[in-house]
């Protein structure tokens, strides 16, 4: 069973940092193409980053600058690297996997549970 695992959410304020790890099961995962999304509150859920299965990396234009995609393919894990932080970026951040680079939500072929993320101002 495809399992992704997101940890390091938590309550940051704005400028500072946080790293975002999702641990994710299998014995393909250097083939897999991975992602970050979030939601907010009344908001529909957003593409933030991707890395192809080539560790070609993908931004949001909100992001961009600010936040780092990477993975480690002997730990199994994608990281997510947050830095200057707005309140803005306030959400529930979701790792995602797909078949083809997972730019957007429909093309996403499994979730992680969610971590949250709280930047105060």
């Known amino acids: 069973q495809v399992q992704l695992v997101e940890s390091g959410g938590g309550l940051v304020q704005a400028g500072g940092s946080l790293r975002l790890s999702c641990a994710a099961s299998?014995?393909?995962?250097?083939?897999?193409?991975m992602g970050w999304f979030r939601q907010a509150p009344g908001k529909e859920r957003e593409f933030v980053a991707a890395?192809?299965?080539?560790?070609?990396?993908y931004y949001a234009n909100s992001v961009k600058g600010r936040f780092t995609i990477s993975r480690d393919n002997a730990k199994n894990t994608v990281y997510l690297q947050m830095n200057s932080l707005k309140p803005e970026d306030t959400a529930v951040y979701y790792c995602?996997?797909?078949?083809?680079?997972?730019?957007?939500?429909?093309?996403?072929?499994?979730w992680g549970q969610g971590t949250q993320v709280t930047v105060s101002s």
């Open positions: 995602a996997r797909g078949d083809t680079v997972p730019t957007m939500t429909s093309l996403v072929g499994y």
């Open positions: 299998g014995r393909t995962f250097s083939s897999y193409n």
């Open positions: 890395i192809s299965w080539r560790s070609t990396t």
